[in-house]
């Protein structure tokens, strides 16, 4: 498998020039394809490849279920990375359809859309049976930075993690690309067979919360501002969105009586 880290020699201008070395996040080209076809290709870390390719296939409604992959194979390849899988022939028929449908090209997050408006369906209702304090969030985004081994050596990857109270480690995936991220956590999520809340390290654009509302995730939270399209679209799905997350507390932009703030 290819190095998700590289390590590159420059030239540092501080006042004086000297010679140095960054650590670097490589980025490759990833295939996710299925019976052989291609369906999607995207930039992103090359690790945990298995995670995001059961991940992406269930946020981009390919699949329902683990079970509908009947072989995942990961290969190395001279231009990049190939995720292999086949399907069910149920799942296989339904991607034989909706290939017919596929107008063109779309971009990073709304893979094989084949109009605006499936791309901008509505978010899947989530659950409505999880409440935590306010102070168990900060918590949680207090420990992330600490569990983002790839951005601690590169400063330059973005991070999905789950929190689930009473687990005592969150599970975090990371990649140059803040789609990626979260395609990896939803899929080492359901291999575990985890549920929880989404942390992310990134902005929150409508495609984050769709991938989170088919994931189930009730409560939402980003270090960074959501956009105004997904702000309407968590409110609709019933996903409790925080954002701004800072060392001094955050905004809660959608369904705050899931969080106690006593």
């Known amino acids: 498998m290819i190095n998700p880290i590289v390590t590159a020699a420059t030239t540092i201008w501080r006042d004086a020039a000297s010679a140095g070395s960054r650590a670097l996040p490589e980025e490759t080209a990833i295939a996710v394809t299925y019976g052989r076809e291609t369906f999607a290709v995207m930039m992103a870390s090359p690790q945990d490849l298995e995670d995001f390719a059961l991940g992406f296939s269930l946020s981009e409604s ?14 190395t390849l001279p231009l990049g990375i190939e995720c292999r899988m086949e399907l069910t022939h149920a799942k296989r028929d339904a991607l034989a359809a909706r290939r017919r449908r596929i107008a063109g090209p779309v971009g990073c997050g709304l893979c094989g859309m084949d ?21 168990e969030i900060a918590g949680a985004l207090s420990r992330l930075p ?22 005592p480690e969150l599970l975090v995936r990371e990649d140059v690309g803040r789609h ?11 291999i575990a067979g985890r549920h929880g809340i989404i942390l ?17 995730a009730e409560i939402l939270a980003a270090v960074s501002v959501p956009s105004a399209r997904a702000v309407r679209d968590a409110e609709q799905a019933g996903i409790t969105l925080i954002a701004v997350a800072r060392d001094d507390g955050f905004e809660i932009f959608t369904h705050p009586e899931r969080i106690i703030l006593k």
């Not at 390919?62 to 290969?75: G, K, N, R, W, Y």
């Not at 499936?118 to 102070?135: D, E, F, G, Y």
């Not at 409508?206 to 088919?214: F, G, H, R, S, V």
């Open 62 to 75: 390919i699949i329902e279920s683990q079970a509908d992959i009947t072989s995942l194979d990961i290969f």
């Open 200 to 216: 992310l390290t990134s902005r929150v654009s409508i495609e984050l919360i769709q991938k989170a509302a088919i994931f189930g």
């Open 146 to 167: 600490k569990a983002q081994t790839l951005n601690q050596a590169t400063r330059a990857v973005h991070a999905a993690a789950l929190y689930t109270p009473g687990a």
């Open 115 to 135: 109009s605006l408006e499936q791309a901008l369906r509505p978010a899947k209702p989530v659950p409505h049976s999880l409440r935590l304090s306010a102070s």
């Open 180 to 190: 990626n991220a979260l395609d990896k956590l939803i899929g080492a999520a359901t």
